[in-house]
Structures are given as C-alpha cells and as structure tokens.
C-alpha cells in the first residue's frame, strides 16, 4: 500500500474558511479551497487492460484533490502509530488514481456540508463512505457502486444489556447518529417517531465515545464502520443489522462528466485485476467479497 502522510487541515466548507497543507508520503502537496482550475493528463492514458481513459479536468493538473471527513474507520482515517491516512477509501482512490495517473491529496472536511462542497468545486471528488441517494444526486453525480452497506445498531452491552435491536428502544431513550448520514434519515424516519431522542455528531468517533460511557442507549450508524469502532470499545457490540439497500459510490461534480467517465473506468479495471478484492479482503477479513465485486 501506498501510505500518505496526512498533514491536513481542517475546512469550514460553506464559510469559504483557509485550507492549509496536505502531504503525500512520496511527494509533498499544497491544496487551497477553490484554486485555479487545470486539466488532466494532456495526453492520453489507459487502464491496466490499455483501455484509453476519458480526457477530463481536475482543479490542478496532475492532481486529484479528495474531500473526505477523514476519521471513519475502517474507510478513512489517520493510524495513530504512524500518523498516515489509511482505509478502505484511501486505498481505493490511491489504486484508481494510479491508474489515471494522478497524485492524490487529501481535504479534510464536515461531511454534513460535503457534497454542497464538492458542487462548489472545493476538491474533485467526495470518498468518504458516501451511500448514492436521489437526494445527493440532485446536488452531485455519483460513480458506479463500490460497496454495498448496511446500517447497524451498536449498544453498550455492560450497560444495556437487553437491547438487542431497535424495537428494545424506548421512547425518551437516546441514540447517536452522524450529522447528514443516511444512518441519521433512517433514524429520523424510523425511532423519531417511536419517542426515541436523536444525538447528532460531526464526527462519529464522538458517538461511540459517549456510547462507551453511557450518554446514548445505542449508536444508528454504518455496518461496516459500526463494525471497527465496536471491536476496539470496550462493552460495544452490533446487535442488530439493517438492510436498507444502500450503495456507496465516489462523488463528482455535475460539471465534470469526463472526470466521472474516467473514474468508472478506473473502478471497473481495479475489480477486473483483482485489486479490489485484496483491498477489500484486508479491510474486511470476516466479510465475503460481494460477486458483483469479485472480478469473476
């Protein structure tokens, strides 16, 4: 795996707030919030198989600049040993940007505001555990699905022990969920009006923490997420799945149709010659690779 050095700063998306630095492992970058325009490769590139890749724009030549909330394990965060940028996401978009040719850097920002963000030309794409929503779609365009999600309660089972799913909830009782996720739509659909008590998080670290310590009853977040934070909390547990039929895609301006095409492209190439299996496998050891994922 190629690991980058996430010297990143924090954006206050719609206040139009400074960007200050992003660094990759083997090359050094400097992003700011909407900078000048560029293009792609100017000449043309192919995927592993020699299929030519869509010519397309990206705001700096050479670069693809990639909004995320960056602490979403197991998709994207920072490992705390080595203070790199690892996961899931980041190694999809390192696999895809090789092989479009591009340097990847990374923009740090509130996920609530990120696909307004992305519209606004602030980075070239959105990879942040984002599930395709007609909603989201009127605001962005998202590339073919990468992964297929499922919500999960997550409680504290040394404090609430007989909670085994949503309808154990009680009215007044209150659960953390991350501010503009679907896990947060769902909640509000479906516990809001049971009585049930939304805690909203930018961040969903900050979630568990409170779970950990007994200010929510349980955690409405991603499966695969909910998942990692469980395993290294002491007491929590995923008690219950929720199918909701969602798909993750990576999210790209409206404006940029070409940059979408090559994205595709280079997602479709990376499942043809196995990467994302390897990728997948090692994120998620206990989990089958999805057939329409496998390659085969």
Same mark, same amino acid.
């Given at each position: 795996m190629r690991r980058?050095?996430?010297?990143?700063?924090?954006?206050?998306i719609l206040a139009m707030v400074t960007l200050v630095a992003s660094a990759c492992a083997k090359k050094s970058t400097t992003t700011s919030v909407g900078g000048t325009s560029g293009t792609g490769p100017s000449g043309p590139t192919a995927t592993a198989t020699g299929t030519p890749v869509p010519q397309f724009t990206?705001?700096?030549?050479?670069e693809l600049t990639v909004g995320s909330c960056l602490d979403y394990k197991p998709f994207e965060f920072?490992?705390?040993?080595?203070?790199?940028?690892?996961?899931?996401?980041i190694e999809m978009i390192d696999a895809m940007a090789q092989r479009l040719g591009l340097k990847v850097t990374w923009v740090k920002a509130n996920f609530n505001t990120i696909f307004t963000a992305l519209a606004a030309s602030k980075f070239d794409v959105v990879a942040a555990a984002s599930t395709i929503t007609p909603e989201r779609q009127q605001v962005v365009d998202f590339t073919d699905p990468y992964f297929n999600s499922r919500q999960g309660l997550t409680v504290n089972t040394t404090?609430?022990?007989?909670?085994?799913?949503t309808d154990d909830l009680k009215?007044?009782?209150?659960?953390? /969920? !991350?501010?503009?996720? #679907? $896990?947060?739509m769902w909640a509000q659909d479906n516990l809001v009006p049971k009585g049930i008590v939304l805690k909203t998080y930018v961040n969903v670290p900050d979630a568990f923490t409170d779970l950990e310590n007994g200010r929510v009853k349980g955690v409405?977040?991603?499966?695969?997420?909910?998942?990692?934070e469980a395993a290294s909390r002491?007491?929590?547990?995923? /008690? !219950?799945?929720?199918? #909701? $039929?969602?798909?993750?895609?990576?999210?790209v301006s409206k404006d940029n149709p070409q940059l979408l095409a090559a994205m595709n492209q280079a997602l479709g190439a990376i499942i043809k010659d196995g990467t994302y299996t390897k990728i997948f496998q090692k994120w998620f050891p206990s989990l089958p690779v999805p057939p329409e994922f496998s390659g085969a």
């Amino acid at each position: 795996m190629r690991r980058r050095k996430g010297i990143v700063a924090g954006v206050a998306i719609l206040a139009m707030v400074t960007l200050v630095a992003s660094a990759c492992a083997k090359k050094s970058t400097t992003t700011s919030v909407g900078g000048t325009s560029g293009t792609g490769p100017s000449g043309p590139t192919a995927t592993a198989t020699g299929t030519p890749v869509p010519q397309f724009t990206t705001l700096h030549s050479g670069e693809l600049t990639v909004g995320s909330c960056l602490d979403y394990k197991p998709f994207e965060f920072t490992d705390p040993k080595t203070g790199d940028l690892t996961g899931f996401d980041i190694e999809m978009i390192d696999a895809m940007a090789q092989r479009l040719g591009l340097k990847v850097t990374w923009v740090k920002a509130n996920f609530n505001t990120i696909f307004t963000a992305l519209a606004a030309s602030k980075f070239d794409v959105v990879a942040a555990a984002s599930t395709i929503t007609p909603e989201r779609q009127q605001v962005v365009d998202f590339t073919d699905p990468y992964f297929n999600s499922r919500q999960g309660l997550t409680v504290n089972t040394t404090k609430t022990p007989d909670i085994a799913s949503t309808d154990d909830l009680k009215s007044g009782d209150i659960v953390g /969920v !991350q501010r503009g996720t #679907t $896990g947060a739509m769902w909640a509000q659909d479906n516990l809001v009006p049971k009585g049930i008590v939304l805690k909203t998080y930018v961040n969903v670290p900050d979630a568990f923490t409170d779970l950990e310590n007994g200010r929510v009853k349980g955690v409405l977040n991603d499966e695969g997420s909910s998942l990692t934070e469980a395993a290294s909390r002491q007491g929590l547990k995923v /008690v !219950q799945a929720i199918d #909701t $039929g969602e798909h993750y895609g990576f999210a790209v301006s409206k404006d940029n149709p070409q940059l979408l095409a090559a994205m595709n492209q280079a997602l479709g190439a990376i499942i043809k010659d196995g990467t994302y299996t390897k990728i997948f496998q090692k994120w998620f050891p206990s989990l089958p690779v999805p057939p329409e994922f496998s390659g085969a």
